[in-house]
């Protein structure tokens, strides 16, 4: 069975800093694009960041020079270092893994899902 489970979600203060991870299981993540998502209250859910196989990485345009998308296929897990949070940034985020061809921005393209962490940032 494959569960991918979200961690380190939290409220925090406009500047600060979180740590999201994702532990996968069932699955081998060194072959997969690595990515996270996030759908805030009221809107449709929105590709934030990924990591392909090779270990490049691909940020929106809302997080890049923010966040930092990393791998450890040892460890089969994802983390995405989120610095200088800003209440837009506030929804729940999402891990996926993709096994196919593409670019990997779209949410369908992507295989698995976690059920996602809550992450509030107040002004």
């Known amino acids: 069975q494959v569960q991918l489970v979200e961690s380190g979600g939290g409220l925090v203060q406009a500047g600060d800093s979180l740590r999201l991870s994702c532990a996968a299981s069932?699955?081998?993540?060194?072959?997969?694009?690595m990515g996270w998502f996030r759908q805030a209250p009221g809107k449709e859910r929105e590709f934030v960041a990924n990591?392909?196989?090779?270990?490049?990485?691909y940020y929106a345009d809302s997080v890049k020079g923010r966040f930092s998308i990393s791998r450890d296929n040892d460890k089969n897990t994802v983390t995405l270092r989120m610095n200088s949070l800003k209440p837009e940034d506030t929804a729940v985020y999402y891990c996926?893994?993709?096994?196919?061809?593409?670019?990997?921005?779209?949410?369908?393209?992507?295989?698995?899902w976690g059920q996602g962490t809550q992450v509030t940032v107040s002004s």
């Open positions: 990591t392909w196989s090779s270990g490049s990485a």
């Open positions: 996926a893994a993709m096994y196919r061809r593409g670019v990997g921005v779209g949410e369908n393209e992507y295989d698995y």
């Open positions: 069932g699955v081998t993540i060194s072959r997969a694009t």
